[in-house]
């Protein structure tokens, strides 16, 4: 069974910042590396166990596609997998 990926607002939030950000610092290598995190993110349909468990939040998975975490979630009734939040591995975790 393929899950279907669903990108929260807060996650479609932080990859707009983070793709901005990319292409102040590194505007040659952002479209690169944007695709590249979102084929990352597109094997979670295959494989949504891919991700570690994130301690203290119940169902929540993070994914590392360095320098960033992927936070996510499986919803198993609508076989969708529901991005949280796109985070970089540096900063203390978000609240989900």
């Given at each position: 069974?393929?899950?279907?990926?669903?990108?929260?607002?807060?996650?479609?939030?932080d990859?707009?910042?983070?793709?901005?950000?990319?292409?102040?610092?590194?505007?040659?290598?952002?479209?690169k590396?944007?695709?590249?995190?979102?084929?990352?993110?597109?094997?979670?349909?295959?494989?949504?166990?891919?991700?570690?468990?994130?301690?203290?939040?119940?169902?929540?998975?993070?994914?590392?596609?360095?320098?960033?975490?992927?936070?996510?979630?499986?919803?198993?009734?609508?076989?969708?997998?529901?991005?949280?939040?796109?985070?970089?591995?540096?900063?203390?975790?978000?609240?989900?």
């Amino acid at each position: 069974m393929a899950f279907k990926i669903i990108l929260t607002d807060s996650a479609l939030g932080d990859f707009e910042r983070l793709m901005n950000w990319s292409r102040d610092h590194y505007a040659a290598s952002t479209e690169k590396f944007g695709t590249s995190l979102l084929n990352h993110v597109d094997l979670l349909k295959a494989f949504p166990l891919l991700g570690r468990p994130v301690s203290g939040y119940a169902g929540v998975r993070r994914l590392l596609h360095s320098p960033l975490y992927v936070y996510y979630r499986i919803d198993q009734s609508r076989e969708a997998i529901e991005v949280l939040r796109f985070w970089h591995a540096s900063r203390r975790p978000p609240e989900l």
